[in-house]
Structure formats: C-alpha cells, structure tokens
C-alpha cells in the first residue's frame, strides 16, 4: 500500500520562486518588499520571473498608500481600495485592505457598517459628504471607466473634497484596477500570508 503524498497549496498558476531559493536582484528585491511582519506576500512573489515588474508596483504601491504627502486618512483610502478589489470581484485584495481598514478605525461598529455598506454597493449607508462622493465616484471609475464624465466629481467637490484629494481616490482606483487583474490573472491565493499590516488603533 502506498503512502499518501500532500502536495502543498501553490499560491499562483504560474511558478513562483520563493524567497529561500531567491538569488541575486530577486533577492534584493525580496528585502525590499518585505512586510512589516518581515514575510513577503504572494502578491509579490508572483513577480519572481520578471523581478524588476515587482520592483516597479512596490514603488508604485508605496507612493499611493504610504507617502507621508496623502491627506486623505488611511482608513479611508483602505476602504476605497476595497470597495475596488470588491467590485473587481478581487478576495485577494479585499481581504488584505478591508482587514487594513479594519484596524486602522480601531472600531468594530464601524468597520462591519462599512463592510455591510460595500458589500451592499450601497456606501449611502456608512459614508456622506465628500467621503460619499469620492466612493460613487471610485465605483463608477471602476465598474465603467469609459463612461467617466467631469459631473462625476460634482459630489466629492460638493462635499469639500480638494483636488489633490480627488487625485488620491483615482490613484487609489487605478493602482487597484492593476494589482486586481494581476492576482485574478495569474490565481494568486492568500496562502501563507499574513493578513493586514497595521496595529489596531
């Protein structure tokens, strides 16, 4: 009788060459894109035949979610990030930004009222204000970006939100749309990462 053989859950369709095999630029890179758990997720792993396509969506990525020059709170932008992976039908993406949103509120009511909202595509329910307007707005920009027209701003701009603001959200929709079609592309699943990067609070 043979011995029953477990393959290990792939985190991709395609091959992936993971860190403790990595040699030269890759592993530099590796370093790089590093956590702050200090793991590497699949999400830039899946980038390991072609190192220098994970070099570029690590700055890209950076500069859109954590460049101290954004004035939009980080929650938020989470949140928008999700409600995109949401609609792009990404789990990848909305578990790792919704579970982000999540501890950067700090507040459980909160967090399942928004989750609820999105989920709904209804973010009438948790959002008002510019805040409202600039989630329409990222759906629309989402779901049918050659139908956007400028009155597509005239809610966010109504609800006080200033241009680099509206320029934040639309990065925030753009870079998702990429990340989105890369993990659904390519079937990168959640497998040994570590979900969320922020401390409650």
Same mark, same amino acid.
């Given at each position: ?117 999105? +989920?709904?595509? %209804? ?9 409202? $307007? @600039?989630?329409?707005?990222? #759906?629309?920009? /989402? ?27 639309? +990065?925030?929709? %753009? ?9 659904? $592309? @390519?079937?990168?699943?959640? #497998?040994?990462? /570590? ?7």
């Amino acid at each position: 009788m043979c011995n029953e053989i477990t393959m290990p859950e792939r985190n991709a369709w395609i091959d992936i060459i993971e860190p403790p095999q990595a040699t030269g630029r890759l592993k530099e890179l590796y370093d790089v894109v590093k956590t702050p758990h200090g793991t590497v997720d699949n999400v830039m792993k899946v980038h390991s035949l072609r190192p220098e396509t994970m070099h570029g969506h690590v700055v890209l990525y950076r500069s859109i979610l954590h460049h101290p020059d954004i004035t939009l709170p980080l929650w938020y932008l989470e949140c928008v990030a999700a409600y995109v992976s949401l609609i792009n039908n990404c789990a990848y993406s909305l578990t790792h930004h919704f579970a982000n949103a999540r501890r950067l509120l700090g507040d459980e009511t909160r967090a399942d009222a928004i989750h609820a909202a999105l +989920q709904a595509r %209804a973010p009438e329910r948790a959002f008002e204000g510019k805040e409202l $307007g @600039l989630m329409r707005y990222a #759906a629309k920009l /989402t779901a049918a970006p050659g139908e956007m027209v400028e009155d597509d701003l005239a809610e966010a701009r109504a609800g006080g939100a200033t241009d680099a603001e509206i320029l934040e959200v639309n +990065q925030v929709c %753009a870079y998702f749309g990429y990340s989105n079609r890369l993990l659904n $592309g @390519l079937g990168v699943s959640l #497998a040994g990462d /570590t979900i969320g990067y922020y401390e409650k609070g």
